[in-house]
């Protein structure tokens, strides 16, 4: 399998070096979008020929298709001066000058167990919290523009290996119920998994105390205290008052801090998927665009993936949407894709053009009560 920037370059598009004396900086995108376009027509003239052709059906007049996205409001277009708009719908955006990526997303679920965070409109809307309707080669493509090179995917035999890549930052900009303009780091929006089954060994129930107790099993085979999900406070003061045992103690109290929402800290990494070629008709195909945008589980045709062993198996899933912190499904939401190398220089050099708040840094602690 060969990368989609491998894929380009044998299709003889120019280098970095060579364009940029040569071409503006909009010309140089919509060259590298027309050879990739290019390419799809390439690999469809590679499908044999039938011994018998046939004049093209004319189609039907009335085509069903997607419903025209809203118009953006006001606010959230000043968040897009002096971008570049890469597809026909408008929703990956590249800005040279800022060396910014943004994609035009709307919320897809807001409560649900995640394998990634973006995904193509109507691929796997339940396992993420973003949706965009853009094919993946597009966001590809815009990468390539900042001069980005990919990296490689998750490997995991004999032994896991994280993917590599530029990593990138991901800040996102929304307007709340009030229509004030908010920001935040994509990592506030995913925490680590806190609605699972927590254990702890006891030599045997607290007694008197009848099973299930609220969300309290006893596992008599392994001798085993079960707790499922977050505890508040009041739940873990009324448990502790249910035996003085200090395994028992203890148990309670690693289910409460256990069960705190604490925010993913894996860094973004740009992996840059694969390239798949069917033996049988000869087609190639970029494997990104199955789904796998942007992940918080490793796949190895990931667009872009965490850099942290991260399992896709049910019931193993490290991360969920944080409920609390995403606005309503629908809601529009700007995805600010930006290297991480200059983030530090945008975030000193810009400010919000309309004075909201600027964004929280990754490293701020977690509210435990959200």
Same mark, same amino acid.
């Given at each position: 399998?060969?990368?989609?920037?491998?894929?380009?370059?044998?299709?003889?598009?120019?280098?970095?070096?060579?364009?940029?004396?040569?071409?503006?900086?909009?010309? %140089?995108?919509? &060259?590298?979008?027309?050879?990739?376009?290019?390419? @799809?027509?390439?690999?469809?003239?590679? #499908? +044999? =020929? !039938?011994?018998?052709?046939?004049?093209?059906?004319?189609?039907?007049?009335?085509?069903?298709?997607?419903?025209?996205?809203?118009?953006?409001?006001?606010?959230?277009?000043?968040?897009?001066?002096?971008?570049?708009?890469?597809?026909?719908?408008?929703?990956?955006?590249?800005?040279?000058?800022?060396?910014?990526?943004?994609?035009?997303?709307?919320?897809?679920?807001?409560?649900?167990?995640?394998?990634?965070?973006?995904?193509?409109?109507?691929?796997?809307?339940?396992?993420?919290?973003?949706?965009? %309707?853009?094919? &993946?080669?597009?966001?590809?493509?815009?990468?390539? @523009?900042?001069?980005?090179?990919?990296? #490689? +995917? =998750? !490997?995991?035999?004999?032994?896991?290996?994280?993917?590599?890549?530029?990593?990138?930052?991901?800040?996102?900009?929304?307007?709340?119920?009030?229509?004030?303009?908010?920001?935040?780091?994509?990592?506030?929006?995913?925490?680590?998994?806190?609605?699972?089954?927590?254990?702890?060994?006891?030599?045997?129930?607290?007694?008197?105390?009848?099973?299930?107790?609220?969300?309290?099993?006893?596992?008599?085979?392994?001798?085993?205290?079960?707790?499922?999900?977050?505890?508040?406070?009041?739940?873990?003061?009324?448990?502790?008052?249910?035996?003085?045992?200090?395994?028992?103690?203890?148990?309670?109290?690693?289910?409460?801090?256990?069960?705190?929402?604490?925010?993913?800290?894996?860094?973004?990494?740009?992996?840059?998927?694969?390239?798949?070629?069917?033996?049988?008709?000869?087609?190639?195909?970029?494997?990104?665009?199955?789904?796998?945008?942007?992940?918080?589980?490793?796949?190895?045709?990931?667009?872009?993936?965490?850099?942290?062993?991260?399992?896709?198996?049910?019931?193993?899933?490290?991360?969920?949407?944080?409920?609390?912190?995403?606005?309503?499904?629908?809601?529009?939401?700007?995805?600010?894709?930006?290297?991480?190398?200059?983030?530090?220089?945008?975030?000193?050099?810009?400010?919000?053009?309309?004075?909201?708040?600027?964004?929280?840094?990754?490293?701020?602690?977690?509210?435990?009560?959200?």
């Amino acid at each position: 399998m060969e990368r989609l920037n491998c894929q380009i370059r044998d299709l003889g598009s120019p280098s970095e070096a060579q364009l940029r004396p040569q071409l503006s900086t909009t010309t %140089r995108i919509l &060259a590298i979008l027309a050879v990739l376009q290019f390419a @799809a027509i390439i690999h469809a003239q590679t #499908k +044999p =020929a !039938s011994d018998n052709p046939q004049p093209p059906k004319p189609e039907p007049e009335d085509r069903s298709g997607p419903k025209p996205l809203a118009p953006l409001p006001e606010k959230l277009q000043l968040e897009l001066e002096g971008t570049t708009p890469l597809n026909p719908a408008s929703t990956v955006l590249i800005d040279v000058k800022s060396k910014r990526v943004i994609l035009r997303t709307e919320i897809a679920c807001r409560d649900c167990i995640l394998e990634m965070f973006l995904v193509p409109e109507g691929n796997r809307e339940h396992e993420t919290i973003l949706r965009i %309707r853009s094919k &993946a080669y597009v966001i590809h493509a815009a990468l390539l @523009a900042l001069g980005l090179e990919p990296g #490689k +995917p =998750a !490997s995991f035999s004999p032994d896991f290996v994280a993917p590599s890549g530029p990593e990138i930052s991901m800040q996102l900009v929304w307007l709340d119920d009030k229509g004030l303009t908010q920001r935040a780091d994509a990592n506030e929006w995913i925490r680590h998994n806190v609605h699972r089954y927590y254990s702890a060994p006891l030599s045997g129930p607290p007694i008197g105390l009848q099973f299930p107790y609220k969300n309290l099993r006893w596992d008599k085979f392994n001798n085993e205290i079960l707790w499922y999900g977050p505890m508040t406070d009041e739940e873990r003061t009324d448990l502790l008052t249910k035996s003085k045992k200090n395994e028992y103690q203890k148990a309670i109290e690693k289910f409460y801090e256990e069960g705190k929402s604490r925010p993913m800290t894996a860094s973004f990494v740009f992996v840059g998927s694969s390239m798949y070629k069917d033996e049988e008709t000869g087609e190639e195909f970029y494997q990104a665009e199955g789904g796998h945008l942007i992940c918080t589980s490793n796949f190895s045709d990931a667009l872009l993936d965490i850099r942290e062993e991260s399992s896709a198996s049910d019931g193993g899933q490290a991360y969920e949407a944080w409920t609390e912190k995403i606005p309503p499904v629908g809601t529009p939401v700007l995805l600010v894709m930006t290297p991480k190398a200059n983030t530090d220089k945008a975030n000193a050099d810009s400010k919000p053009k309309d004075g909201s708040k600027a964004p929280v840094e990754k490293t701020q602690k977690a509210r435990g009560d959200d």
